[in-house]
């Protein structure tokens, strides 16, 4: 009986072969799995040359790589998973919360077309402006539709600014707590320009509706999301 060994030079044809297909493999997935990884490192040591062996740090430096692929695949497959969604969002929440907490103290300014008034003293009224302007006009109706007073800044800054209401119609009188509509108008050259209006408040607190952040201002509440300005209080 005889038993048949490969010449040097068929297990070399072999091993190029395994190393085409495994090349080609990853060409066409355009990535590097980590089986694969594994699978060509294995096949570099038994094929290597035994009087010119691989490096000990050229080997580490492979093993570091594996390692390094090992870990992103794990992330990435985390991520992918309901676990990684809810890690995720645990991340959002808690990131949200540190930004809320170091509001503290600050004015916000956050775009909408209402305010709550308390019917206490003077409230800001914001308003953002997308461009130059010479004034920009807010009127202010109650919750029956009257006119209840006309605010006007002569000297209007580009972007987010304020105008201080001090609670009272156009007869001078206080108005009483409750919700108000801003009209905003701007004009820059005779021209209208664009012009939303606002509210803005110094925050005070926070409290957390179903996980997020909602801030409590001397001016009312708002979440976090609806922040559009934020400078230093007043």
């Known amino acids: 009986m005889s038993i048949g060994i490969a ?12 190393a085409t297909a495994l090349t080609d493999a990853v060409s066409s997935d ?3 799995g980590r089986d694969a990884f594994l699978r060509l490192l294995t096949l570099q040591l038994q094929n290597q040359d035994p009087l010119d062996p691989v490096k000990n740090e050229d080997f580490v430096a492979q093993l570091a790589t594996f390692s390094s692929l090992e870990q992103l695949t794990s992330i990435n497959e985390a991520v992918s998973s309901d676990q990684g969604v809810t890690a995720t969002d645990g991340v959002r929440v808690a990131i949200d919360s540190n930004t809320a907490v ?13 305010i709550d008034y308390s019917g206490d003293g003077s409230t800001r009224i914001g308003y953002n402006l997308e461009g130059p302007a010479d004034n920009v006009t807010i009127r202010v109706f109650d919750g029956s539709g009257n006119l209840v007073t006309t605010l006007v800044d002569g000297e209007p800054e580009q972007g987010n600014a304020n105008i201080v209401w001090d609670g009272k119609d156009a007869e001078g009188d206080t ?14 050259q005779g021209a209208p320009v664009e012009v939303a209006s606002g509210a803005a408040g110094i925050v005070t607190g926070v409290r957390y509706q179903d996980g997020l952040p909602i801030l409590i201002t ?14 230093e209080g007043s």
């Open 7 to 18: 010449s040097p030079t068929a297990q070399s044809d072999a091993t190029v072969a395994q």
């Open 30 to 32: 355009q990535e590097l």
């Open 102 to 114: 170091g509001l503290m103290g600050r004015e916000v300014q956050v775009s909408t077309n209402t």
């Open 175 to 188: 108005v009483g707590a409750g919700s108000y509509l801003l009209v905003p108008s701007a004009k820059y």
């Open 218 to 231: 001397d001016e009312g509440e708002t979440p976090l999301h609806a922040v559009t300005r934020v400078t």
